[in-house]
C-alpha cells in the first residue's frame, strides 16, 4: 500500500463531530490524523459527523499528514452508512479506513469488499484505500495472526486499551498504566507483542493506543518508552502536548541514527572489492557483520521516514 511505509510517530484523535477540533488538527506537526464517527461522536451527531468529515477532507490543508477516518465498528447500525458516506463524499482525499474492534478477519474482508464496490463504481484506483484494524478484546487478540492477512488493505495493527482492559476485566481504571497488585514486570506486554509479531510477520505497522491521562505529558512518554522500545512505530495522541512527546518516543536519538547510517556505509565499503570483500569488519571497537546491517536498516529507516538528517559521517579507513 502507498502509505504502508509512511510514519505514524503519532497518531492524532480528532472528533469527526468538532469542527473547531478539525481546524485545529490542520495547524498540528502529526503525522497522522484520524477523525473519528466512533467513540468520539454521540450517536445523534454520527450522520452530522460525516458531513463535516466529507467537507474536511475535501477542503485539504492536512500538508503530508497520513488522513484517516475512524469508521464504527461492524456490530453497530452505523458502520455501512459511515464508509459509504465518508468514501463516496471524499475518497479521493482519504488515506485509510480505521476498522475498530476487530474480531475476526471477516470483518477486514466486509470492509474490503465495500471499499472495492464504492472504488469501482467511483473510478477510483481500487485498493489505493487501506485499512487500520483496531484490536480491542480476546477474540481479536487470539485472531490478529488472521486479521493482519485478511486484506491487502491492511496497513497497521492497533492495540485499543481501554475496551481490552474492560473485555478481559483487568482491575484498573487508568488506560494503559499497570493495574493495582501487578508490581512485576508489564501486564501488557504479551498483548502488545502478540499484536508486534503479527505485524512484522507480515510488513504491516504497529501503532499502540491512547493514554488518556492527557495533561501528564511525563506519564505518556513512559508508558510510549515501552511500546518503543518493543519496536512499535507510534502511538495515538489524544491531546496537541503529546504530539511532540510521540514524534520524539518513536524516533531514533540523533546519534543513534548516525550511527546506524555509519554501518550502513561501512558494511557497504568492507564488502566491496575496495573493502577487502570481508564478510565482518571493525567500526572502531564494534564488530560490524550482516546481522549488524539489518539492525541498522531498522533505525535508519525510521529515521529517514522523520526526515532526520546526519550529523557525523564515516569515512573509510586510508589505504
Known amino acids: 500500500m502507498t502509505n504502508q511505509l509512511r510514519p505514524r510517530r ?7 463531530s468538532s469542527q473547531k477540533f478539525i481546524d485545529k488538527a490542520r ?21 452530522g459527523a460525516r458531513k463535516t468529515i466529507v467537507a474536511a477532507l475535501n477542503e485539504g490543508g492536512w500538508g503530508e499528514k497520513i488522513r484517516v477516518v475512524r469508521v464504527n465498528d461492524w456490530t453497530t447500525e452505523w458502520t455501512y452508512r459511515d464508509v459509504t458516506e465518508v468514501v463516496e463524499g471524499a475518497g479521493a482525499n482519504l488515506d485509510a479506513i ?5 474480531q475476526t478477519p471477516e470483518q477486514v474482508v466486509a470492509l474490503d469488499l465495500l471499499l472495492t464496490q464504492i472504488e469501482k463504481s ?21 485472531n490478529v495472526d488472521k486479521i493482519a492477512t485478511a486484506s491487502p488493505r491492511v496497513e497497521t495493527i492497533i492495540f485499543g486499551p481501554a475496551d481490552f482492559m474492560a473485555s478481559i476485566n483487568m482491575k484498573s481504571l487508568v488506560v494503559g498504566e499497570q493495574p493495582p497488585g501487578y508490581d512485576v514486570g508489564d501486564a501488557y506486554h504479551h498483548i502488545l507483542m502478540s499484536i508486534l509479531m503479527a505485524a512484522r510477520a507480515h510488513d504491516k505497522q504497529a501503532i499502540d493506543g491512547p493514554f488518556l491521562q492527557i495533561r501528564d505529558v511525563e506519564a505518556f512518554t513512559r508508558v510510549a518508552g515501552r511500546s518503543a522500545a518493543l519496536g512499535y512505530d507510534g502511538k495515538w495522541v489524544l491531546h496537541p502536548g503529546q504530539i511532540d512527546a510521540a514524534n520524539e ?14 554501518i550502513l ?4 565499503y568492507f564488502t566491496s572489492e575496495a573493502g577487502g570483500k570481508k564478510g565482518s569488519a571493525m567500526i572502531g571497537d564494534e564488530m560490524i557483520d550482516e546481522a549488524s546491517r539489518k539492525m541498522a536498516l531498522v533505525i535508519s529507516g525510521k529515521g529517514r521516514a522523520a526526515g532526520m538528517e546526519r550529523t557525523d559521517k564515516w569515512t573509510p579507513p586510508e589505504s
Open 10 to 16: 503519532s497518531c492524532l484523535a480528532v472528533p469527526g
Open 27 to 47: 495547524t498540528l506537526n502529526s503525522d497522522q490524523i484520524f477523525l473519528d464517527l466512533e467513540d468520539a461522536c454521540a450517536p445523534l451527531a454520527k450522520p
Open 98 to 102: 480505521m476498522l475498530p474492534k476487530v
Open 122 to 142: 467511483l473510478g477510483y484506483e481500487v485498493g489505493r484505500i487501506g485499512i487500520e484494524a483496531q484490536i480491542e478484546n480476546a477474540l481479536g487478540l487470539i
Open 249 to 262: 518516543t518513536f524516533s531514533p536519538t540523533q546519534k543513534d541514527y548516525d550511527h546506524a547510517e555509519n
Open 265 to 268: 556505509d561501512a558494511y557497504e
